[in-house]
């Protein structure tokens, strides 16, 4: 075949979503070699294929993909940046934001995995109940990895060196069975697409070592769950970081400048952040203790906390010299970053030296969509910033001053985001509401933020998305979450009838047996020796005949949360306006689901073990 198919292809669009965009008359959709990105080879069994990152365009030239956002994303920010070194003094050819994503996943022997119907179906456990043993020893995350883990991440590792992945850190995570998995930083598209190889690697070599890779942000209730820190910078064409506070006063500037405009950039744009890392595996994640809130705050640590405070207060501003700088303490910075130590594990987005890491991120995600609004978000800040300073400059106030003057500006306008405090304190939810920070708690709150005017405006202005392209976005979304829950609900509402209903009516049916069959005996050895013994005997039944009502009651109970669930499903499945649907699946369908899963976890602990059909939590989490 010719070269030009490798640039130019045209595969069928019709079954990938476009959120009503195209419809399936015009099914054609065209990609595009993204030549930013490198190629790869992947092996197989029997052949290897040649894989070439690219765009995917439908054929009225809408991206369908989330790499065109991100490449459009990274031109926005480079344009931004480039525009604002040039204005402090210095002229840099070109800004790339800088990513190193840190991947978290679970591994279950894949013959349990196979067990599990939910697992298969939904990527997460619908029932199981607790075992005795979970985390509370923290012994998982300082323990050695095991030798059939080692080898399995050995293997990996070789993989993905083969295929160009700089994989680098290893190590167990704070659940039982829980990993982690992280690569030297790249340039934001190459370590997107580089995030997708190494989810496909940990899948496929999985199955080499008969272990399941479990990608999803909550597999096991009551264990932490996973997700992918997102480590962001942005580096000039020297390769200099733009977020390292540097050693001289000029350096200092920059630094401050970039740092306010990624805070300015995430205040403003906190809401359609949110909404980037909204899918329905991360809403059992955000907010339960173990994972930043569903509010985005920034953390920046005691002495840049410190800087900006005295910065606010006009230190430095009125002129600042190379002296005044230094009394800031802006000139120590790069010892700070050395010595920085980030304490706070709670936030969902921390300054860590010399670059933020984005927490909230879920683990089984593509980043470039989170990243798109990033990068977007922070080259408007730079644009505003950037025009105030002109302004300045046009009325001759000097360079450095007019910087520090926009710089605290900044340093007000943000810091109803900066957070340093406890992110997990129910004290935060209402501090952030009296901030006005928004608290979107649940995916459809949070996509409807793509959904409003200011969105697509801020998306066209930026030339990531155009006015469709946000509204199919929009409706991909939304389309994802509500059958997310769709098949979750049914694949519990299976479940339960097929496999726990069955299970704990042959128990209760061995109880009751058990009772007759023992009542029968003593009987016949109390009319056999009239007197104390058959007493005795009648009274000794009243536990297990307890046991058999409870038995009786926990199946009542089973069955009308059964109900509830598909009632609730049914419910929900009738309603059109897809905002409404999600709503009532976020609001109905899952507390229905919830209270389902209590009554079947109450009866797991009490079914005889060997009529359960499912693998148990202490069985998946630490057979491996
Ligand atoms: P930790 O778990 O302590 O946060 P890791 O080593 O697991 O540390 O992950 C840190 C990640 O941050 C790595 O992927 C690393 O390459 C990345 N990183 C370091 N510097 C930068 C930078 N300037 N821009 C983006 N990512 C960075
Ligand atoms: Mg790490």
Redesign the pocket.
């Known amino acids: 075949f010719s070269g030009s198919q490798l640039i130019q292809s045209e595969p069928d669009a019709s079954s990938f979503p476009s959120g009503g965009m195209r419809s399936t008359f015009e099914a054609r959709g065209y990609t595009a070699w993204d030549a930013s990105s490198p190629v790869f080879i992947m092996e197989a069994p029997n052949g290897n294929t040649l894989c070439i990152p690219s765009v995917f365009i439908s054929y009225h030239g809408h991206a369908l993909d989330l790499k065109t956002p991100l490449l459009r994303s990274m031109e926005a920010l480079d344009k931004s940046a480039c525009r604002m070194i040039a204005r402090l003094g210095r002229n840099v050819e070109r800004v790339v934001p ?5 991947q978290e996943y679970f591994l279950i022997d894949q013959a349990y995995y196979t067990l599990r119907p939910d697992l298969v179906a939904c990527g997460r456990t619908l029932l199981g109940a607790r075992p005795a043993k979970g985390q509370q020893l923290e012994d998982h995350y300082f323990g050695s990895i095991k030798a059939r883990i080692l080898a399995y991440m050995q293997e990996c590792e070789r993989e993905l060196y083969k295929l160009g992945v700089p994989v ?2 290893r ?1 167990n995570e704070v659940a039982p069975a829980q990993f ?1 998995t ?4 790249e340039e934001a598209n190459i370590a997107a697409d580089h995030n997708q190889i190494v989810m496909e690697t940990l899948r496929a070599v999985a199955r080499r070592h008969n272990l399941a890779v479990l990608l999803h942000e909550k597999p096991f209730a009551g264990v932490n769950g996973s997700g992918k ?1 997102n ?3 942005m ?1 000039d064409d020297q390769g200099a ?1 733009l ?1 390292d506070p540097g050693k001289t006063p000029f350096q200092n500037l920059q630094f401050l400048v970039f740092l306010l405009a990624v805070m300015k950039g995430v205040h403003r744009r906190a809401g359609l952040l949110r909404a980037t890392i909204a899918i329905s595996g991360n809403d059992h994640r955000l907010g339960a203790n173990e994972a930043p809130p569903a509010i985005l705050s920034v953390y920046l640590g005691e002495q840049l906390t410190a800087i900006l405070n005295a910065i606010e207060k006009g230190k430095g501003v009125d002129e600042p010299s190379e002296e005044r700088l230094l009394e800031l303490g802006i000139a120590n910075l790069p010892e700070v970053s050395r010595d920085y130590t980030d304490r706070n594990r709670t936030s969902p987005f921390a300054f ?1 030296g ?2 933020f ?1 984005f927490r909230a991120v879920p683990s089984s995600a593509v980043i470039s969509w989170p990243i798109s609004v990033l990068n977007a978000a922070v080259a408007e800040a730079l644009d505003e910033m950037g025009a105030a300073i002109d302004k300045r400059l046009a009325k001759k106030v000097p360079l450095a001053k007019a910087v520090m003057e926009v710089v605290r500006e900044a340093v007000v306008a943000t810091k109803p985001i900066r957070f340093e405090g406890n992110n997990y304190d129910p004290a935060w939810v209402k501090e952030a509401a009296k901030r006005g920070l928004p608290n979107l708690r649940k995916v459809p709150e949070a996509l409807a933020e793509l959904d409003t005017p200011g969105a697509r405006e801020f998306f066209v202005k930026a030339g990531v998305l155009s006015g469709d392209e946000v509204e199919s976005r929009y409706h991909v979304n939304l389309e994802r979450y509500i059958k997310d829950i769709q098949i979750e609900a049914g694949a519990m509402i299976n479940l339960v009838r097929t496999m726990v209903l069955p299970a704990a009516t042959a128990h209760q049916r061995a109880l009751a047996e058990s009772l007759a069959l023992t009542r029968q005996a003593l009987g016949e050895q109390a009319s056999k020796a009239v007197g104390a013994p058959a007493v005795r005997g009648t009274q000794a039944l009243q536990p297990q005949l307890d046991d058999l009502k409870g038995c009786a009651d926990a199946i009542a109970d089973l069955h009308a949360r059964l109900l509830d669930v598909a009632q609730s499903l049914a419910a929900a499945e009738g309603i059109d306006s897809p905002g409404k649907q999600a709503r009532a699946m976020a609001d109905e369908v899952l507390p229905a689901m919830a209270a389902l899963r209590t009554v079947a976890d109450r009866l797991e602990e009490r079914v005889e073990d060997a009529l359960w059909p499912l693998p148990k939590y202490r069985e998946m989490l630490f057979l491996v």
Do not use: D
Request: negative net charge.
């Open positions: 800088t990513l190193g994503p840190e680098k850190t190590h982690e992280a690569p030297i930083f820190h480590n962001w910078s580096s970081n977020l860590t010399n670059k890491e």
